[in-house]
C-alpha cells in the first residue's frame, strides 16, 4: 500500500488525490472515475469528486490503494 502525506494540509481532494498518484491522466478523467463509482474509501464507493480525504483514510482505485496520512 501507497502512502500519502498530507504535509500539514487538512485534506486533499479526492480528484486531486488520483492526479498526485499518477492514476488519472488528468483531473477530468479522475473526476469521470469517481462520479462512475470506480473509488472506494474506507472500503465504501465515494462519488463525490471533491469529497475532502483526511488523515487515516485508505482510497482505492482500480487494485491500488493509499493511506492518507499527516
Not at 479526492?14 to 469521470?32: H, I, N, P, T, V
Request: with cysteine; proline share 1%.
Amino acid at each position: 500500500m501507497e502512502i500519502f502525506y498530507l504535509e500539514g494540509h487538512p485534506h486533499v481532494a479526492l480528484c486531486d488525490l488520483l492526479k498526485f498518484q499518477g492514476w488519472s491522466e488528468s483531473g477530468a478523467s479522475a473526476k469521470a472515475v469517481i462520479v462512475e463509482g470506480l473509488v472506494e474509501v474506507n472500503g465504501q464507493i465515494e462519488t463525490r469528486k471533491r469529497y475532502k480525504a483526511i488523515t487515516g483514510q485508505v482510497v482505492t482505485f482500480n487494485g491500488k490503494s493509499v493511506h492518507i496520512k499527516e
